[in-house]
């Protein structure tokens, strides 16, 4: 039950952080627009994601101290996971000093890197670079109190945390652009909040006694550094090839087109991006107590538990995915009131994506979380070099539904296959059980809900808003509902419903098709 009650007040938090962060992106983009030249907000989004390449230089260390935290937090009197957790901070400290000195020894190869970066803004692009780079140090230097935090299954402090984190990022970005700051707004709204971040999550750990009594600390270990890099050199690598898949898109863009389609791209994604970040925190919230079963012999629960998790989520990403595919120009349209679209077509490549991206995300987490990574590293970084192969020799000729296409073509054909096939192993079960078995509650919803889409896109395709009232509303509301009662499981169904409230569960219950318990 504790798990289960964390589980949920973790993933209530994180919904929280998303609706927070939903608010600051609907706000913060149309009013940036409006104070700042399109090219100069673009370099700031350019920026952002260039510098997540350079946070890899956690080489995955992230990850692994958390998944290694696991294993000590049991026993904290005995000395290891002080020891551990040292060493951890000892490690961020260094990776805080890496990154300062490639980052600012970079910033004047920036601007020619990039290339199609207007002359007048090389300037600008350095300096927000430069802090940049400094966040990011201070964020790999104090990060240990989040890492504590997940380990312990308390992802609802550390999202809380960063709730308001963003709420007073915004407050002072919109400030800074109404005073005239212009985009030193975005620096000064990104350093007070990450300040206060990293401050919270330290206080919650010291108030919720995570940390190991006084004389149970130990010291430093190279044997633990040693544990972290060599679980971690494993989590990199597969983090490398996601971000080459994924996170790639605006450098391509800015480089292979024109800085104009790498803002397109930053803007018509908003909302798969919002999507993947509401769905993938169901599997991320679990991941912790999946460990922890797995730690302690408990597998025939982790399997059950697992195989809801992914059948709630693949499902979660047919529902978002949908009102992705037909509301997504309309949407942008209201949203940001400039002349900003892509074919349709692209939103349907979006929705193919989001999905096969979801699997990945679930099948990925629980094998990095049990240690059994084997080839998966290979796999992706694999996946990462032939996408950015094929995006350069398809974009120049395609544009972005090109882009679009290489992604999920390497999804389906690389990582899938031997996703669900290490997944079935690991279960001493056949591949179909996995591919097909798991994922018919996807396909009962998409075989139910796609003719009403497509009947509703076409009597609402005048305008914008009569796409968002009288399709995409009913869609969200009427899939809500099919999704409820006639994709999910039973059993699972049930379980959801018994954490309910009780007078929220009288009312679900019926809805749902379940007898109220």
């Not at 049991?74 to 951890?88: E, N, T």
């Not at 010291?219 to 090839?241: D, K, N």
């Not at 919002?274 to 993938?280: A, D, E, N």
């Not at 031997?418 to 179909?432: E, F, N, W």
Request: hydrophobic content about 55%; glycine content about 8%.
């Amino acid at each position: 039950m504790a798990r289960a009650k964390n589980f949920l007040k973790g993933l209530s938090a994180s919904y929280l952080l998303i609706l927070v962060n939903m608010l600051w992106t609907l706000v913060s983009l149309p009013v940036a627009l409006h104070y700042l030249e399109r090219a100069e907000y673009t370099i700031w989004l350019v920026v952002a994601q260039v510098a997540g390449y350079l946070a890899m230089i956690d080489l995955g260390t992230t990850g692994s101290g958390i998944r290694l935290l696991v294993d000590h937090k049991d026993a904290p009197s005995q000395g290891a996971y002080g020891s551990l957790i040292k060493s951890m901070w000892l490690l961020g400290l260094m990776q805080s000093a890496v990154i300062l000195a490639l980052g600012l020894g970079s910033a004047g190869l920036l601007p020619s890197l990039l290339k199609n970066i207007p002359p007048e803004l090389t300037g600008e692009l350095r300096r927000l670079w430069i802090w940049q780079v400094i966040f990011l140090a201070v964020n790999f230097a104090f990060r240990i109190g989040n890492q504590i935090l997940q380990a312990h299954q308390r992802m609802d402090l550390s999202n809380y945390a960063q709730v308001g984190a963003f709420l007073v990022n915004l407050a002072v970005l919109l400030g800074g652009l109404q005073a005239g700051l212009g985009i030193d707004s975005f620096i000064l709204a990104q350093g007070l909040s990450l300040l206060l971040m990293l401050a919270v999550m330290s206080v919650a750990c010291v108030r919720l006694k995570l940390l190991p009594a006084r004389g149970a600390w130990g010291s430093w270990s190279r044997a633990h550094l040693q544990q972290v890099f060599g679980l971690g050199s494993e989590f990199f690598l597969i983090t490398v090839g996601t971000t080459l898949t994924t996170a790639s898109q605006a450098f391509l863009l800015t480089r292979l087109i024109s800085l104009e389609a790498a803002l397109i791209w930053a803007v018509m994604t908003k909302l798969f991006t919002l999507g993947t970040q509401i769905v993938w925190r169901i599997v991320g919230m679990a991941t912790p107590a999946f460990s922890e079963m797995f730690v302690r012999g408990e597998m025939d629960r982790l399997w059950r538990r697992y195989r809801s998790v992914l059948e709630l989520s693949v499902l979660a990403s047919a529902y978002a995915g949908l009102l992705i595919a037909l509301g997504n120009n309309a949407f942008v349209e209201v949203w940001t009131r400039k002349p900003i679209a892509w074919p349709p077509l692209n939103n349907w490549l979006l929705a193919v994506w989001f999905v096969l991206l979801t699997q990945a995300c679930c099948h990925t987490s629980l094998i990095l979380y049990l240690k059994q990574v084997g080839r998966l590293k290979s796999v992706y970084l694999g996946e990462g070099l032939a996408f950015v192969l094929l995006a350069i020799i398809v974009t120049p000729r395609f544009g972005i539904s090109g882009l679009l296409g290489c992604s999920i073509v390497c999804s389906a054909l690389v990582t899938a296959p031997y996703l669900t096939h290490r997944v079935a192993k690991l279960m001493g079960q056949p591949g179909v059980a996995v591919a097909i078995e798991w994922s018919r509650p996807l396909a009962r919803f998409w075989v139910i809900m796609l003719p009403l889409g497509w009947v509703l896109a076409y009597f609402t395709r005048e305008s914008a808003w009569l796409r968002l009232l009288g399709c995409v509303l009913p869609l969200a509301v009427v899939g809500l509902f099919v999704a409820v009662r006639f994709c999910l499981p039973r059993d699972l169904l049930a379980e959801i419903l018994s954490h309910l409230p009780p007078p929220l569960r009288k009312i679900a219950a019926p809805l749902a098709g379940v007898r109220a318990g």
